[in-house]
């Protein structure tokens, strides 16, 4: 790692994965891309869905859990509407998935309502032929605020609204609207229910570098070969679904800024890492033009630097 390197500025940072041990053997006679220090990552296709950047396991199925149950009563866990299949490795990684661009749309336009920011989300993804996504954990029960989704979590948290520069009270609003329109006996007036999709995570975090994906139609595995586990964000897709979703509200007459989305974005993917992921290295790796490379730029701000 280079030497005297300052913790990188809070700028437009994002991240996340999904969590498999990938062996050397699997990553031979295939494209990679090495990290300094760390190992060899595997180079994919990009596909269409979206997820967070928790790289953690998803879990193929899940059992009803009673804790969980007694926590969110009658809640999307048996709900037909939530869908539990993993997400695909391909998919567009940016802290708190959908939930994470409802969040940014708050923040960029303070005005509008809880309510009102879900529904346009939603309404967009569904147009692009997608559910919405965010995940949950196998222990949500033991966590203070909420899914077990850090981004989200967080951002729940008063003590950090500064750093989030978003009422934590509307993030608490949004995860029950979300849950809300999950379950028919709760929707509001005749509005039909809106399926969403819920992937649940097990294991605890063990990253050990965050990744910016520079590439339209490329990624990374977010595990190398060293069995390192990484936090990795696809810096160019997002913003492009950033500037998607400002353009879906502007057909809608609704004043989205996409400017704004990506620097609410940014703002909340450098609190959640400054407050999870401290002092972590970040790399960019650019997969362009068939030239693939890695950058080192800093490390992820500490609380205290921040």
């Given at each position: 790692?280079?030497?005297?390197?300052?913790?990188?500025?809070?700028?437009?940072?994002?991240?996340?994965?999904?969590i498999q041990q990938r062996s050397s053997e699997l990553m031979a006679n295939t494209e990679t891309l090495r990290i300094p220090e760390f190992g060899k990552v595997k180079i994919i296709p990009a596909t269409g869905g979206q997820r967070c950047v928790d790289p953690r396991e998803q879990l193929d199925t899940v059992e009803p859990d009673a804790a969980l149950k007694k926590l969110l009563t009658e809640t999307a866990d048996y709900s037909p509407y939530v869908d539990r299949t993993p997400a695909n490795d391909g998919d567009v990684f940016n802290p708190g998935a959908t939930a994470g661009d409802i969040m940014s749309l708050m923040a960029a336009m303070p005005e509008m309502p809880v309510e009102q920011?879900?529904?346009?989300?939603?309404?967009?993804?569904?147009?692009?032929?997608?559910?919405p996504s965010l995940h949950e954990d196998d222990h949500t029960y033991q966590h203070t605020h909420g899914l077990g989704c850090g981004h989200v979590d967080r951002a729940s948290m008063p003590e950090n609204e500064e750093l989030y520069?978003?009422?934590?009270?509307?993030?608490?609003?949004?995860?029950q609207y979300i849950y809300s329109l999950t379950r028919p006996n709760q929707t509001n007036g005749n509005m039909a229910p809106r399926e969403v999709s819920v992937p649940r995570l097990t294991n605890l975090h063990q990253e050990k570098y965050v990744m910016r994906i520079i590439s339209k139609d490329k990624t990374v595995?977010?595990?190398?070969?060293?069995?390192?586990?990484?936090?990795?964000?696809?810096?160019?897709?997002?913003?492009?679904?950033?500037?998607?979703?400002?353009?879906?509200?502007?057909?809608?007459g609704i004043d989205v800024d996409a400017s704004a989305l990506k620097q609410a974005s940014g703002q909340h993917t450098t609190a959640t890492l400054t407050l999870l992921a401290p002092n972590l290295p970040v790399f960019d790796a650019h997969l362009e033009d068939n030239i693939n490379s890695?950058?080192?730029i800093g490390k992820v701000p500490s609380r205290q630097a921040a």
């Open positions: 790692m280079p030497e005297g390197e300052e913790n990188m500025s809070p700028e437009n940072m994002y991240h996340m994965s999904e920011a879900v529904d346009l989300v939603f309404d967009w993804c569904k147009s692009e032929g997608r559910k520069g978003l009422p934590s009270e509307k993030v608490r609003a949004m995860t595995i977010p595990n190398d070969d060293q069995n390192n586990e990484s936090f990795r964000y696809d810096l160019t897709r997002h913003e492009a679904m950033l500037d998607r979703l400002a353009s879906y509200g502007q057909e809608r890695v950058t080192y």
